[in-house]
């Protein structure tokens, strides 16, 4: 598949999901993909990137992934960064570490939803505080500094 129909298959997946800002969802696949630009990442870490939540989300089932004209390595990295029921965050985190590209991409995923104007427009202050605290831990993890505010 190329850039732009992987692109399209994500937004196409993800038609009509919003994020827990109301907002549509393919803007934050969309700043994951430029966020993986921006940092030197190549096409098959891009591709993944628009698909980085696709699997976990239910927006497209595992065995489309599995079956797609797609890299070895860019389903790697899409396998690496969907959270799996019951597992914690050092396990998750260790995947991620293991698969080569992956990384790259769940930092620019962990930018763009740790970013403190998308978290703004949350309306409940509890949440923006789990979710900036979750952000935190799984950066420190992964052992990537953390965004200066």
Do not use: C
């Amino acid at each position: 598949m190329t850039l732009a129909e992987v692109e399209a298959t994500a937004r196409a997946a993800h038609e009509g999901q919003t994020d827990k800002a109301g907002r549509p969802y393919t803007e934050h696949l969309r700043a994951v993909a430029e966020g993986v630009r921006t940092r030197g990442g190549d096409e098959e870490q891009i591709a993944a990137a628009w698909l980085h939540d696709a699997v976990e989300d239910d927006a497209l089932p595992e065995q489309w992934l599995h079956e797609a004209a797609l890299s070895r390595r860019t389903k790697d990295i899409v396998l690496a960064v969907t959270k799996r029921a019951g597992e914690g965050p050092q396990e998750y985190a260790g995947r991620i570490l293991a698969t080569p590209g992956a990384l790259l991409v769940k930092e620019a995923d962990l930018a763009h939803n740790a970013d403190p104007a998308r978290l703004a427009r949350l309306d409940d202050e509890a949440t923006r505080t789990r979710l900036t605290e979750k952000y935190t831990r799984m950066r420190t993890l992964l052992g990537l500094e953390q965004p200066s505010l």
